[in-house]
C-alpha cells in the first residue's frame, strides 16, 4: 500500500494550507479593486484546448502535459497553465458581449517536469485576464494590477520588473525569417531541443536554459530591429504609461515567453532572492486565442504567478523557516475537568467564536490537558469543572496578565 504521494505531488498541512489560501484571499481583494471577477475552470480538460493553443511545439505540450484517455479513447489531459482554459471557458459560455471582460482564476496547475525548490508537477497559480482591449493603456493597467498584487502581499520591493515587445504578426514573421538566417549555419552547435525548434518555432531559442546555446543567442539579431512602425509606436506608449505609474522597469530584448499565443508586450516580475529561479509573476498579451477555442477574436491580456514561489519568496524576505502545525495562531484551551460541563464548553466556545476569537475544546486527563493545550499553540486556558458550572462562571488564566471573568 502507498505511503506516499507520487513524485512532484504533495500533501498540504497546517498552516502551509491556511498560508496559500491567504495569498489568495489578498490577491483576490487587490484585484476586485480593479474590477475583476472569479472564474474556475476544471482541473481537467481536453488536450486539444492546450495543444492547439499552447504550440505542440512548446515544452509543455511537448514533455510536460500530463495526458490519458478516458473510456471514450478521447484525449484529457491535466491543465498545465490557467490561460487557455479561461478562453475555452469565454467560447463555451459564449461570453464577450460586455467588454472588456475582467476574469480572475486561481487553484493546481500540473506539468511533468523535475521536481524542485518552488516548483512541483502539481503548483498553485493565481492569474487575471482582461479581454476585449489592444490598447496601449489597458495592457499598462494590467501591468498596474501585477504590481498592485506583489504590493498587498509585501513582495513589490524585492521584485523588478522586466519588459519586452514581441511585435506584431509582420514583425514577429520578419525576425523569424532573420533568425533562422543567423541560426541555419550554426545549427550543429545547437542543443538538440534547439535543433528542433530552427524549424517550428526560432524565437524559442532565445529562451533557452543550454549552456551550448547561450553564446550563440547572445550574439543573436535582436527583435527590435525587426520591429515595423506600428508595433514600436504601441511598446514606446505602454513605457510612457509605465513611467506615469512610476513603475520602474527593465527592457530585456530576449524575454519571449513560452507560449505560441502571445503578441506584443510581454513581461516577468523577477527576484535574485531565490536562485535561479528568478520569475515569480509572468504574462503578456494574446490576440488569437479566444478564436482558435471557436469563439470570437477577443484581444487579450494576463499574468500568472505561482504560488508556492511566492510563499518562498516571503519566507526569504522574512528570514523565516517553514512553520509546523504548532506554529498555528495562538488561540484559548477550553479544558474541561468534569464530563458536567461538556454543555458548558460548547456554550462558551460558541460565544468566544462569535467574537473572533479561536478557541479549541480539550478533554481527558486533568494533569495533562494544559500540556496538551499548550502545544496545540494555547496561551491562554479556561478550566472548566463542576464548581465552575455551578456558578455559571470561568476564569480566563494567561501568563504574565491578569486573570479575567467569563460568564458561561
Known amino acids: 500500500m502507498a505511503t506516499q504521494p507520487p513524485r512532484g505531488f504533495y500533501d498540504l498541512l497546517p498552516p502551509i494550507a491556511s498560508q496559500l489560501h491567504e495569498l489568495c484571499d489578498t490577491g483576490l481583494k487587490a484585484m476586485e479593486l480593479f474590477g ?94 482582461r479581454l476585449g482591449s489592444s490598447t496601449a493603456l489597458s495592457e499598462s493597467e494590467v501591468i498596474q494590477s501585477s504590481h498592485a498584487f506583489l504590493k498587498a502581499l509585501d513582495l513589490d ?121 528568478s520569475a515569480v509573476l509572468a504574462g503578456g498579451r494574446y490576440d488569437k486565442l479566444t478564436k482558435q477555442m471557436g469563439g470570437a477574436t477577443l484581444q487579450g491580456i494576463g499574468w500568472a504567478a505561482g504560488l508556492e514561489r511566492l510563499m518562498l519568496l516571503k519566507q526569504e524576505i522574512n528570514n523565516t523557516k517553514t512553520k509546523t502545525v504548532t506554529d498555528v495562531e495562538p488561540k484559548i484551551g477550553v479544558l474541561i475537568l468534569d464530563p458536567k460541563a461538556q454543555g458548558a464548553a460548547l456554550r462558551l466556545t460558541s460565544k468566544l467564536r462569535a467574537a473572533n476569537k479561536t478557541c479549541e475544546i480539550y478533554e481527558g486527563k486533568a494533569n495533562k490537558l494544559s500540556e496538551k493545550a499548550k502545544k496545540r499553540g494555547c496561551t491562554s486556558f479556561i478550566f472548566l469543572g463542576e464548581q465552575e458550572v455551578l456558578d455559571g462562571v470561568a476564569t480566563i488564566k494567561t501568563p504574565q496578565q491578569e486573570d479575567k471573568k467569563i460568564n458561561l
Not at 37 to 56: H, I, N, W
Not at 106 to 114: A, C, L, N
Request: aromatic share 10%.
Open 157 to 277: 520591493a524585492s521584485c523588478k520588473l522586466e519588459i519586452n515587445t514581441l511585435g506584431d504578426d509582420d514583425s514577429r514573421e520578419a525576425y523569424k525569417q532573420t533568425l533562422v538566417a543567423y541560426f541555419e549555419p550554426l545549427k550543429e552547435k545547437l542543443s538538440d531541443d534547439s535543433q528542433r525548434r530552427l524549424d517550428t518555432n526560432p524565437l524559442r531559442i532565445l529562451d533557452s536554459k543550454a549552456p551550448e546555446d547561450q553564446d550563440i543567442v547572445t550574439n543573436a539579431p535582436k527583435l527590435a530591429d525587426s520591429l515595423n512602425e506600428e508595433s514600436q509606436s504601441h511598446f514606446k506608449k505602454v513605457l510612457v504609461l509605465l513611467d506615469e505609474m512610476k513603475i520602474p522597469y527593465t527592457i530585456n530584448p530576449k524575454l519571449v515567453r513560452g507560449l505560441d499565443y502571445y503578441s506584443h508586450t510581454v513581461f516577468e516580475w523577477t527576484t535574485d532572492k531565490l536562485g535561479t529561479q
Open 36 to 129: 475583476y471577477k472569479l472564474y474556475q475552470t476544471p482541473c481537467v480538460e481536453m488536450a486539444s484546448v492546450f495543444d492547439r493553443s499552447l504550440g505542440e511545439d512548446s515544452d509543455i505540450v511537448h514533455k510536460e502535459m500530463f495526458r490519458f484517455q478516458n473510456r471514450k479513447e478521447e484525449w484529457l489531459c491535466l491543465r498545465p497553465e490557467g490561460t487557455a482554459g479561461i478562453a475555452r471557458l469565454i467560447a463555451t459560455h459564449k461570453l464577450g458581449r460586455e467588454l472588456p471582460l475582467k476574469m480572475i482564476y486561481y487553484g493546481p496547475m500540473f506539468r511533468y517536469e523535475r521536481p524542485q525548490k518552488g516548483r512541483q508537477r502539481q503548483f498553485h497559480q493565481f492569474g487575471l485576464e
